[in-house]
């Protein structure tokens, strides 16, 4: 059965008014007021009417910027200020106003009031960036069809949904032909990321389909893309393996700070492409992604959705290189 918002302010006590300003953020509402409209909202599955509001508040240029955060990862600033500053760029550029919203994995928000949130701050598209396979409420909000949505990192591709990326499948395939020789290296250890992530999957395929080429013993070690968790993981383990293929570079600076500790040299290759690995691992072979680039055609991607666009898979160039440190200074 499908709920309207009659329904809600029956269940919850209060006048069809009064939902409407707690679901558009009002002030000046209680919040005992509050918990009993959301509690309503909950038990009866009540999606707001997006579409309606939107035009109402005359905010169809409005995109919101949605961005997981995670204190624990050294590369979360550079990262994120590439995409924030690619979206900004482009939306300056093309006249259309964007805010930027952070979450956390702790956020524990639902679905509903995700979609409620979004709907008060009258966007009309959100770009969502960092999304794992345990982000159920926001992978909910995507499907659910209220707003135009592209998302980067992750294969979600429907009407209003579009997918923008590079191929990090060919990319850990091409990184890691670049230091394994077929004929000297047998014993590969693969640094993955989080176990739950769309990235870690397309990456271990990478790996994966080199290892089918090759045909070398390949032990793959989950560091949910934590330098102190690759740094431990290598001293332990290090030892017993000719190539250590990092996928993220702040693992790679890991691995590599264990190897001198363990005083070895092992080839090492990491992934992403982010300045701090030329001051600390000068010459390592990497996948470098544009993210200013990927969050301002994602930008340009959600111009073509609000345009009556249909969702699709947008892939981005990337390169596999040495980031040095002389090239940062000039």
């Not at 600390?280 to 340009?300: H, L, P, W």
């Amino acid at each position: 059965m499908v709920y309207t918002i009659k329904d809600v302010a029956n269940k919850s006590g209060v006048s069809i008014g009064t939902v409407s300003k707690v679901l558009n953020n009002y002030p000046n509402v209680s919040e005992t007021t509050k918990k009993k409209v959301m509690e309503a909202v909950r038990e009866l599955n009540y999606i707001p009417n997006i579409t309606a509001s939107n035009l109402s508040s005359k905010k169809k240029n409005r995109i919101a910027l949605y961005i997981k955060t995670n204190n624990n990862r050294q590369w979360i600033d550079e990262i994120s200020m590439q995409y924030i500053l690619g979206a900004f760029d482009c939306a300056k550029n093309d006249g259309l106003e964007i805010i930027t919203v952070f979450y956390k994995d702790s956020d524990n928000q639902k679905t509903d009031e995700i979609i409620a949130y979004f709907a008060s701050l009258g966007v009309s598209g959100i770009i969502v960036s960092g999304i794992t396979k345990d982000d159920t409420s926001v992978i909910k909000l995507i499907e659910s069809g209220q707003f135009k949505i592209c998302v980067i990192d992750a294969p979600f591709i429907s009407d209003n949904v579009s997918s923008i990326m590079i191929d990090h499948t060919k990319g850990q395939y091409e990184v890691a032909k670049k230091i394994i020789n077929p004929s000297n290296d047998h014993n590969i250890l693969y640094l993955a990321g989080g176990d739950n992530g769309y990235v870690t999957d397309m990456r271990i395929d990478g790996i994966k389909k080199l290892q089918e080429e090759y045909s070398f013993n390949l032990d793959i070690d989950y560091c949910n893309f934590s330098e102190l968790m690759a740094y431990k993981t290598v001293l332990e383990k290090g030892l017993d393996y000719d190539v250590i293929v990092s996928a993220s570079d702040m693992m790679a600076i890991g691995a590599i700070n264990a190897l001198i500790k363990l005083g070895v040299f092992k080839k090492v290759s990491g992934f992403d492409g982010i300045t701090l690995l030329g001051y600390t691992a000068n010459g390592m072979y990497t996948c470098r992604q544009d993210f200013y680039t990927i969050s301002y055609e994602a930008v340009k991607e959600m111009e073509s959705l609000l345009n009556n666009g249909y969702g699709r898979m947008v892939k981005i160039d990337h390169d596999i290189c040495t980031i040095r440190h002389e090239n940062i200074m000039t």
